[in-house]
């Protein structure tokens, strides 16, 4: 599907019990590809694969990352507004809620073994810059609405600083993980330290539950993560 080769990309991903079903944005206009667990479709079955969308009608540029849906409470609403915003996304989404299973099995941003690390990681490869979303409690880093980092590596510090001062413009009290300590910057974040390995932009953001509470809070957090992905989706 990232090359553009929609009919040979659904026979090799029904291969491996993927499907793929396009849709059009209602809003903008824009034609994506949802890649599944076929299995879901079919009888029910959630083998925890999560789901794939790709832009169709712009080569892939940047992807955005949900490992912890539902979990962290509307980083998946919040990463399909990012995705519907800027031509040229992928969005990437876990498919299980972090603690299902024993110990830290669903808790795809910590763990190589996943389907969602395997995607991240082939869009890596491509050179995809990337953001991973996430959510924490109010009262876990009292402080700060927001922290800003770029995981294990320092090479996405611009685009960091830029993200920062947008939700800094939102009203957002925003730790910078690159100018001090913060709690929850994502220094063994796995697609992080993959990142940093292979030299790729890679971005770790955590918004406290007011700040993604309601539709005006998930609006305004899409608005800032845009200005870092329009940058870039090019031209």
């Known amino acids: 599907m990232l090359d553009g080769k929609e009919t040979e990309a659904r026979t090799r991903l029904a291969e491996v019990d993927f499907t793929v079903r396009t849709f059009t944005d209602t809003v903008g206009g824009r034609r ?40 962290d409470l509307d980083t998946e609403r919040l990463g399909a507004r990012v995705l519907r915003g800027t031509p040229g996304g992928v969005l990437v989404v876990a498919g299980a809620h972090r603690t299902a299973g024993r110990g830290d099995a669903a808790d795809v941003a910590h763990r190589t073994d996943s389907v969602f690390h395997g995607v991240v990681s082939e869009l890596m490869d491509r050179g995809l810059p990337g953001v991973q979303l996430h959510g924490f409690a109010d009262d876990s880093f009292p402080r700060f609405d927001a922290v800003v980092s770029t995981g294990s590596g320092n090479h996405a510090v611009a685009d960091a600083r830029r993200l920062a001062t947008a939700f800094g413009s939102a009203g957002l009290r925003v730790c ?33 539950t007011s700040s993604r509470a309601d539709e005006a809070g998930l609006e305004a957090s899409a608005r800032a993560v845009a200005t870092v992905v329009d940058g870039w989706a090019g031209p």
Do not use: M
């Open 176 to 208: 910078r993980a690159w100018e001090r300590d913060c709690k929850l910057s994502g220094t063994d974040n796995v697609q992080g330290r993959a990142a940093d390995r292979e030299d790729r932009r890679f971005l770790h953001v955590e918004l406290n």
């Open 32 to 71: 994506f590809a949802e890649v599944s667990d076929a299995a879901a479709r079919t009888d029910g079955a959630n083998r925890g694969w999560g789901r794939v969308y790709i832009d169709l009608d712009a080569p892939p540029r940047w992807s955005v990352q949900v490992p912890h849906p539902i979990a």
